[in-house]
């Protein structure tokens, strides 16, 4: 009973929180800064109404979300893969360590004429750059898991006779979930970025055709839609990432 009065308390501050500033923005930008600079909310929930009503927005958050779950799927199985194996196999780290680290740093801009060139400006070079940007905090969150796992976890499968396949998918896979965990996160929020760039760079579709197009004639209402959509795409992953941890590590929650 007691939790139950302190998840309604936040759930009430939360409500509050947010209703005060959509009424101070609203305030602000129809009395202090011109709506073309800074549009109030009730005008981005009509121009979200009428790109809705038109079918513009399905359309394109449709494109964006087929680049999207390709490029960021293919990130967390082959950043993975190479993040086990570099975790747990020295010389492979010593020689892919610089290249990973490389990329990493890497603007991704940089990389759209090449991308161009080799894969054209369709749905293949968009999927290319989606996974570029976000494969790499994979790879490093998961190898840094592998190489954190307590030695004492080891010593004691091995005690019990746990052969090798036991012992990597037993202890090792399940005491790295955790960064594997933060990797996914932050990799999530890089691939939102690749996946806006690759639509900017490529061929202008999905929601970021839609930011290009809205930002150059000066609608900055209907510019704000697509805008709140990937921020409200972003927080719906994230939540499903967050359910996904506490299937597969249930000891997680626990802890917390």
Not at 137 to 152: K, L
Request: hydrophobic content about 55%; overall charge positive; proline content about 6%.
């Amino acid at each position: 009973m007691t939790r139950a009065k302190g998840r309604r308390k936040d759930l009430l501050i939360q409500v509050a929180t947010h209703a005060s500033v959509l009424i101070a923005w609203e305030l602000l930008s129809r009395f202090v800064i011109p709506p073309q600079f800074l549009p109030p909310p009730s005008a981005i929930a009509a121009a979200f109404v009428t790109t809705a009503r038109s079918g513009e927005l399905p359309r394109q958050l449709l494109q964006t979300a087929n680049v999207l779950l390709l490029g960021f799927g293919l990130a967390i199985v082959t950043g993975m893969a190479l993040g086990i194996a570099m975790g747990m196999f020295k010389p492979l780290r010593r020689v892919l360590d610089p290249y990973v680290n490389a990329f990493y740093a890497m603007p991704t801009v940089a990389m759209v004429p090449l991308v161009i060139i080799w894969l054209g400006l369709g749905f293949q070079a968009k999927v290319f750059l989606t996974w570029l940007v976000s494969v790499f905090p994979v790879v490093i969150n998961t190898q840094i898991g592998v190489m954190n796992v307590p030695p004492a976890f080891i010593e004691t499968a091995r005690a019990f006779g746990c052969d090798r396949w036991q012992l990597f998918r037993r202890v090792i896979l399940q005491a790295a979930i955790p960064f594997l965990i933060a990797g996914i996160r932050l990799a999530l929020g890089r691939a939102l970025v690749g996946v806006v760039v690759a639509e900017m760079f490529t061929a202008l579709t999905g929601l970021g055709s839609m930011i290009v197009f809205y930002g150059n004639t000066f609608r900055t209402a209907e510019l704000f839609v697509p805008m709140v959509v990937l921020a409200v795409l972003s927080i719906a992953l994230t939540n499903l990432i967050y359910r996904i941890e506490r299937w597969i590590a249930p000891w997680r929650q626990l802890q917390g």
